[in-house]
């Protein structure tokens, strides 16, 4: 288990993720406990992502974005000095669902100030990742595009089997499930906008 945590306190990306969700709460004026009891994530997982000692899942983070008023693209998307209108593929951040095994690609430029999101996802075969509904994240909405493999999607309003270049567009807020059960990982993008309507 020790070795665990310091894998995580050597990884540059769990660190920075937990600066980050620890600056905007700090932004907020949100004690460990006010955060809690907005985003139904308990106080002391939130305070162990913080230091990077866990690796968080993508459902708690959807959570802690939520009650912080901010999205999962945007939580990525942290402070650069010089920003570029370019993003070269080495320079993307990748980062790995510890719990399904989805492969999550930060494709847009940082600091550029669009408040549009393009994220790249390889999503395993038979992984299932639930979404629960998020009323903070009310008007924000996103578009799926399929470039391989299918994919299912469950949301408040029925389940679509998506196949390669179906595309749906859906609310944040909504409660979604993404479910592969085919035996071929799934290969999409998602288009964000974080302009709310």
């Given at each position: 288990?020790?070795?665990?945590?310091?894998?995580?306190?050597?990884?540059?990306?769990?660190?920075?993720?937990?600066?980050r969700v620890r600056q905007l709460r700090s932004e907020q004026a949100l004690t460990l406990d006010d955060l809690a009891?907005?985003?139904?994530?308990?106080?002391?997982?939130?305070?162990?992502?913080?230091?990077?000692?866990?690796?968080?899942t993508a459902q708690l983070l959807a959570k802690l974005c939520s009650a912080l008023g901010t999205t999962l693209s945007?939580?990525?998307?942290?402070?650069?000095?010089?920003?570029?209108?370019?993003?070269?593929?080495?320079?993307?951040?990748?980062?790995?669902?510890?719990?399904?095994?989805?492969?999550?690609?930060?494709?847009?430029?940082?600091?550029?100030?669009?408040?549009?999101?393009?994220?790249?996802?390889?999503?395993?075969?038979?992984?299932?990742?639930?979404?629960?509904?998020?009323?903070?994240?009310?008007?924000?909405?996103?578009?799926?595009?399929?470039?391989?493999?299918?994919?299912?999607?469950?949301?408040?309003?029925?389940?679509?089997?998506?196949?390669?270049?179906?595309?749906?567009?859906?609310?944040?807020?909504?409660?979604?499930?993404?479910?592969?059960?085919?035996?071929?990982?799934?290969?999409?993008?998602?288009?964000?906008?974080?302009?709310?309507?």
């Amino acid at each position: 288990m020790q070795s665990q945590i310091m894998e995580y306190l050597n990884d540059p990306l769990e660190r920075a993720i937990g600066e980050r969700v620890r600056q905007l709460r700090s932004e907020q004026a949100l004690t460990l406990d006010d955060l809690a009891t907005r985003s139904g994530v308990s106080r002391a997982m939130i305070s162990r992502i913080e230091r990077g000692e866990t690796s968080p899942t993508a459902q708690l983070l959807a959570k802690l974005c939520s009650a912080l008023g901010t999205t999962l693209s945007a939580l990525f998307a942290f402070d650069v000095k010089d920003a570029s209108p370019v993003a070269r593929r080495a320079d993307q951040r990748l980062w790995r669902d510890p719990e399904s095994g989805y492969l999550r690609r930060s494709v847009s430029p940082e600091g550029v100030g669009s408040p549009v999101d393009i994220v790249q996802v390889e999503f395993p075969p038979h992984a299932r990742v639930v979404f629960e509904r998020q009323p903070a994240d009310r008007g924000i909405t996103q578009h799926l595009w399929l470039f391989s493999g299918r994919l299912e999607l469950t949301m408040e309003g029925g389940s679509h089997l998506l196949e390669a270049g179906d595309c749906l567009f859906m609310g944040l807020e909504e409660a979604h499930v993404f479910h592969n059960p085919h035996d071929e990982p799934a290969h999409y993008a998602v288009i964000l906008c974080r302009t709310k309507v």
